[in-house]
């Protein structure tokens, strides 16, 4: 990570391009958040980089700037979107089929998105069973797609007279994958775009694409994109900032609430089951086993790394977590997620608790697109560069160095997240010691 303290951090001059690969549900809702929130309709709920503040040095000085005013964050107003779909929709038209939003705010937006008209994708269909359109790049091999996302990045840059570019993926999940040879070495990878590998995804090839210019992308979905060594061998080669994957919104959102507070007062766990319905294009996509395996890998794994059940294998050691997510289509992006959480304290005795949340997944994942955004263009313009532990805050499953087991107790991805900032200005770190007080 190579984090020095009090660096000279570019400041944030000029627009700031932001690319989405897929703009269905979370990308729109994202793209006409931002736009409502310039016009005033509407506040940046659910942003820290917006609405967040920090605490600088004791809680006597009463001293805690937002954190838009404390660190040099890209203003709302610098923003330019641009990206890819499958679907040749412009994002009027696809955040009107997503049904996230209501049509009135829509209405007000609509010169604006119907300028945003998505540059075709590179997709193949093995990697998203069930997703069907058209607008869809063709080349000679793998190497020949990338170098059309170049172009394109190129192209966007210029036409909107971009200081600097990030990318969040927002596209659909692809099947699951465990990395292979190819994906070993960025020499390995080169050699596999040219010859069109089948173990290199879609995602796989706007990540070279994106890297090789020296950009961020953050990986909203579970799939195997940046996660892999050849990717990190280019982060590094190119001074880029690369993060997690999976943005942590609804049950997994709560998971990393809850269980570090059962945790705290040694409560033990029997068993967590969580089962979902959801309606929309990412519900379908989830309903092929595949891409549901890389869902359920990335919302399975955060529960084990919070309860360590080697060390309290009395409390969470026979713990049984099950996942479920179910395509029910008239519930829409309008996601019902349901807990039971079998849990048991002194002596024994047993105990139930039950969740039952009515969310909206666009609505929780779009501020989390804004902050990455934001954040990954501040690491980039402070000279960070390779893994980012510090945004795991955001993520299912947050990138770490090997051998470290990844952060998932929201309240310490905070802590870590608001330090990393105060160590990057030079101010004193907050340990929560509070000794200063009682001199
Ligand atoms: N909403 C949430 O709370 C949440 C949380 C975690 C992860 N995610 C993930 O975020 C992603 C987006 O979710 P969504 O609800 O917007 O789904 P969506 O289906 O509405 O949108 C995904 C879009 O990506 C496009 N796409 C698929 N493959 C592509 C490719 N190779 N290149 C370009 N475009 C491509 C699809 O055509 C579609 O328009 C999904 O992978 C989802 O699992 C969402």
Redesign the pocket.
């Known amino acids: 990570m190579g984090l020095e303290s009090d660096v000279d951090i570019a400041p944030a001059t000029g627009r700031l391009g932001v690319l989405l ?7 729109t809702t994202f793209i006409a958040g931002v736009l409502a929130i310039r016009k005033g309709l509407a506040a940046p709920i659910g942003s820290l980089t917006q609405m967040g503040t920090i605490r600088l040095g004791k809680r006597s000085e009463d001293n805690a700037p937002r954190i838009a005013d404390y660190v040099p964050l890209a203003g709302l107003d610098d923003l330019v979107f641009g990206g ?4 040749p929709d412009d994002a009027y038209a ?1 955040a009107s089929r ?1 049904g996230v939003l209501d049509r009135h705010l829509l209405e007000q937006l609509g010169e604006e998105l119907r300028a945003i008209q998505p540059m075709p ?3 193949e269909q093995s990697y ?1 069973k069930n ?1 069907h ?1 058209d607008n869809v790049k063709t080349g000679t091999s793998k190497m020949d797609l990338a170098e059309q996302l170049v172009d394109d990045i190129r192209r966007f840059s210029d036409e909107n007279g971009c200081a600097r570019l990030v990318a969040v993926w ?4 692809e099947v699951y994958r465990e990395p292979t040879a190819v994906h070993q070495s960025l020499e390995a990878f080169e050699q596999g775009l040219r010859d069109s590998h089948p173990d290199i995804a ?2 796989q090839i706007y990540a070279w694409a994106l890297l090789s210019q020296g950009i961020p992308m953050a990986n ?2 579970p799939n195997l994109s940046l996660d892999i060594p050849c990717m990190l061998e280019l982060a590094r080669r190119n001074d880029v900032p690369v993060t997690g994957k ?2 942590k ?2 049950q997994t959102l709560m998971k990393t609430i809850l269980a570090p507070g059962f945790k705290a007062r040694m409560l033990g766990v029997e068993g967590w089951y969580s089962t979902n319905i959801l309606g ?3 519900g379908e ?1 989830l309903d092929d086993p595949e891409s549901f395996k890389s ?1 359920e890998m990335s919302k399975l794994g955060v529960l084990d790394t919070i309860f360590q059940p080697e060390t309290y294998p009395e409390l969470y050691g026979d713990m049984t977590h099950v996942v479920r997510i179910n395509y029910y289509p008239p519930r829409g992006d309008n996601k019902e997620g349901w807990d039971n959480i079998d849990i048991f304290g002194w002596l024994g005795y047993k105990m139930q608790i039950k969740i039952d949340f009515l969310c909206r ?2 609505i ?2 779009a501020p989390l697109v804004l902050d990455l955004a934001l954040f990954l263009d501040l690491a980039k313009r402070a000279g960070l560069s390779g893994i980012q532990e510090w945004l795991s805050f955001y993520w299912k499953s947050p990138a770490h160095p090997q051998g470290v087991y990844p952060e998932h107790d929201l309240f310490i991805q905070l802590t870590k997240l608001k330090n990393t900032l105060r160590h990057l200005k030079g101010d004193d770190l907050i340990t929560h010691l509070g000794a200063e007080y009682y001199d």
């Open positions: 690969p897929g703009m269905g549900a979370v990308g890819w779909d499958v679907f696809a997503a994708a590179v997709f998203v997703l359109s927002c596209g659909s999940t879609p995602s909203g979905a999976d943005f919104t609804g929309n294009r990412d996509i869902k997944d666009s929780l994942a």
